[in-house]
T-cell receptor, first 112, second 112 residues
Framework: ETGVTQSPTHLIKTRGQQVTLRCSSQ?????VSWYQQALGQGPQFIFQ???????GRGNFPPRFSGLQFPNYSSELNVNALELDDSALYLC???????????FGSGTRLTVV | KQEVTQIPAALSVPEGENLVLNCSFT??????LQWFRQDPGKGLTSLLL?????REQTSGRLNASLDKSSGRSTLYIAASQPGDSATYLC???????????FGTGTKLQVIP
């Protein structure tokens, strides 16, 4: 098991730009989900992928999009960045919800 | 809509004390509940996973219980240490790969 790894660890972008965050899931985990965590808040569910198909989405606009690849890696793309998008973005993977979720260390995105 | 509340929001205790963190949820139709620890600016570290068929789980000085009928879970930390200082989050996991809902966390400070 190699755990969940995210890249980059920190990122600074300008309002209006686009960003791609990456996640490498734990080997064999066919479910990956992404969360946004604002300072002092609990993580908020963005969306989830199961076997490369989106199968759940939270209250986030369409400019938040994602992909999951056959090699257990995934991406979170955010277009037209806004200042309020500044947050810690967390990726989590799971083999099955019976086993719970394993989280990565997150990407700290700052939009200026 | 599932809502998860954690009380207290913050807690400061002297080293060596036993303490209880509370998590309540509004929809008892959950599958599992998972407790996490988060250090400042870092990702989530899984502490304990309680499956729906279980009442409690133990790991070292940590014990978590789950009462689905009353919508409550507690995390008990025995003989607290300064290294336990962190934010503790509970996450309610529904079945069928639906979205995980987090509480806003309890920020714990253990004073030497």
């Amino acid at each position: 098991e190699t755990g969940v790894t995210q890249s980059p660890t920190h990122l600074i972008k300008t309002r209006g730009q686009q960003v791609t965050l990456r996640c490498s899931s734990q080997s064999g985990h066919n479910t990956v989900s992404w969360y946004q965590q604002a300072l002092g808040q609990g993580p908020q569910f963005i969306f989830q992928y199961y076997r490369e198909e989106e199968n759940g989405r939270g209250n986030f606009p369409p400019r938040f999009s994602g992909l999951q690849f056959p090699n257990y890696s995934s991406e979170l793309n955010v277009n037209a960045l806004e200042l309020d998008d500044s947050a810690l973005y967390l990726c989590a993977s799971s083999l099955d919800s019976s086993y719970g979720y394993t989280f990565g260390s997150g990407t700290r995105l700052t939009v200026v | 809509k599932q809502e998860v509340t954690q009380i207290p929001a913050a807690l400061s205790v002297p080293e060596g004390e036993n303490l209880v963190l509370n998590c309540s949820f509004t929809d008892s139709a959950i599958y599992n509940l998972q407790w996490f620890r988060q250090d400042p600016g870092k990702g989530l570290t899984s502490l304990l996973l309680i499956q729906s068929s279980q009442r409690e789980q133990t790991s070292g000085r940590l014990n978590a219980s789950l009462d689905k009928s009353s919508g409550r879970s507690t995390l008990y930390i025995a003989a607290s240490q300064p290294g336990d200082s962190a934010t503790y989050l509970c996450a309610v996991i529904p079945g069928g790969y639906q979205k995980v809902t987090f509480g806003t966390g309890t920020k714990l400070q253990v004073i030497p």
